[in-house]
């Protein structure tokens, strides 16, 4: 029984957006992420950090998740990422994959969950790094207000933090997501969405009170990080 996260899997089964055709590490990714998956076990649990499939909608992911299903039997606990398009609200997902046989797939949003006695807190995150507007600031508020619901969920657990935005990179950060972190007394944080060139501009390790991770697909070379044992 272990705990493992990976991100970005970017899986287009069903779809016309497969990533190699992005070269480099991406060329034959769904066959490394098979590769990658035999770590995994049937007692174990996989945290997903986002950007898990192309689908535009349920029925279009479909593939995606059977093939998770089929190499991740265990619990599998999904995070909405940036280009998951397919996402509904936890009622209509929960509906969709109980009616397709979908078994095993938690999704973590507004909410907490638990591995053992430590509280899975999380949400997709935002940043405002690019273009700051009405938009982008609503969606952050956005995305405050769930990651503290979830962190309140936790109560006086034990606490990981799973993002799918970065909430620090190299010449930036999101100061509202950090201060909720240190609030909470969350010690670890993984996020993906950095992909290629970007990797070099990761936060790896202790910055202030939160140890950072990037758990990327491509940065982890296609196998998921082994948490907790």
């Not at 272990?2 to 055709?21: C, I, Y």
């Not at 009405?134 to 990981?160: F, T, W, Y």
Request: hydrophobic letters at 40%.
């Amino acid at each position: 029984m272990a705990l493992f996260v990976l991100g970005d899997t970017h899986l287009s089964l069903g779809g016309s957006k497969p990533m190699d055709v992005f070269g480099g590490a991406w060329v034959d990714y769904v066959d490394k992420l098979r590769a990658g998956f035999q770590v995994v076990e049937e007692t174990d649990t996989v945290v997903l950090c986002g950007d898990i499939s192309w689908g535009m909608s349920l029925p279009e992911a479909k593939p995606d998740f059977q093939f998770l299903q089929e190499l991740l039997p265990g619990r599998k606990i999904l995070l909405k990422g940036n280009h998951d398009y397919w996402w509904e609200t936890v009622a209509k997902m929960t509906r969709f994959f109980e009616a397709e046989g979908l078994e095993n797939f938690e999704f973590l949003h507004n909410n907490c969950l638990c591995y053992r006695d430590i509280a899975l807190c999380g949400t997709r995150g935002w940043f405002l790094d690019v273009e700051k507007g009405p938009h982008n600031e609503k969606m952050l508020r956005r995305e405050v207000m769930r990651l503290e619901a979830s962190l309140k969920a936790a109560g006086d657990r034990e606490k990981i933090c799973f993002l799918h935005y970065p909430p620090r990179y190299r010449g930036y950060t999101c100061p509202e997501i950090i201060a909720l972190l240190e609030q909470y007394g969350v010690k670890i944080c993984y996020y993906g969405h950095l992909h290629g060139g970007s990797h070099r501009l990761a936060v790896e390790g202790v910055r202030g009170k939160v140890e950072y991770h990037l758990v990327a697909a491509d940065y982890l070379r296609f196998a998921p990080k082994r948490i907790l044992p």
